[in-house]
């Protein structure tokens, strides 16, 4: 299996700040890598597929870059409503799999 | 809208059968690009992804429940299934039934979620 691990576990940050996850595979999937927002008690939701390919409805102050194994998330300006957890999922192959997640809580 | 929702027991006991089923609107369980799947969550951890179908009948499973596992569909009612056998308290979680994309131009992702089933595993 590909093992996703994702930095940091947890972070705390402001309203208008800029956020980065960071996501790394055990080895390379390509660009198969999809980020996830899931808020408390709700399913996951689908914000980046394909590394940088931003889902339709998705606020644009989200944005993915990597390939390869190295990944990363970027929220420009966090805002009140993407405080939640966030997780990165390769596609590259079966079985599918998920990083650990990331909490994005409020400073 | 593409809507799916999970139904099935909340409580099963050990040793006995977890069975679920997601039924899908908006969409048909044999449209091509897409594959349905299962996902958990147990409670307070991350996400595990169960196993997927296609319409076809293609499947693949994880390894690591592969023995226990069982998905299928059934077009006639636009519904797919999920059976987990030998349950123990390690299987409590929030089971998710999800579309997933399979596209050169949209990628391969879950794209569309049902709201989640939550299964405890006691007696």
């Known amino acids: 299996d590909i093992q996703m691990t994702q930095s940091p576990s947890s972070l705390s940050a402001s309203v208008g700040d800029r956020v980065t996850i960071n996501c790394r595979a055990s080895?390379?999937?390509?660009?198969?890598l999809n980020w996830y927002q899931q808020k408390v008690g709700k399913a996951p939701k689908l914000l980046i597929y394909?590394?940088?390919s931003l889902e339709s409805g998705v606020p644009s102050r989200f944005s993915g870059s990597g390939s390869g194994t190295d990944f990363t998330l970027i929220i420009n300006s966090v805002q009140p409503e993407d405080f939640a957890s966030y997780y990165c999922?390769?596609?590259?192959?079966?079985?599918?799999?998920f990083g650990q997640g990331t909490k994005v809580e409020i400073k | 809208q593409v809507q799916l929702q999970e139904s099935g027991p909340g409580l099963v006991k050990p040793s006995e059968t977890l069975s679920l089923t997601c039924s899908v609107s908006?969409?048909?369980?044999?449209?091509?690009?897409?594959?349905w799947s299962w996902i958990r969550q147990p409670p307070d951890k991350g996400l595990e992804w169960i196993g997927h179908?296609?319409?076809?009948?293609?499947?693949n499973y994880n390894p690591s429940l592969k023995s226990r596992v069982t998905i299928s569909v059934d077009t006639s009612k636009n519904q797919f299934s999920l059976k987990l056998t030998s349950v123990t308290a390690a299987d409590t979680a929030v089971y998710y039934c999800?579309?997933?994309?399979?596209?050169?131009?949209?990628?391969?992702?879950?794209?569309?979620w049902g709201q989640g089933t939550m299964v405890t595993v006691s007696s």
């Open positions: 999800a579309r997933g994309r399979y596209s050169n131009s949209s990628g391969r992702a879950f794209d569309i």
């Open positions: 908006g969409d048909s369980v044999s449209s091509d690009n897409y594959y």
């Open positions: 179908i296609y319409y076809s009948g293609s499947i």
């Open positions: 080895q390379s999937i390509n660009r198969y």
């Open positions: 394909a590394t940088s």
């Open positions: 999922q390769q596609s590259y192959i079966t079985p599918r799999t």
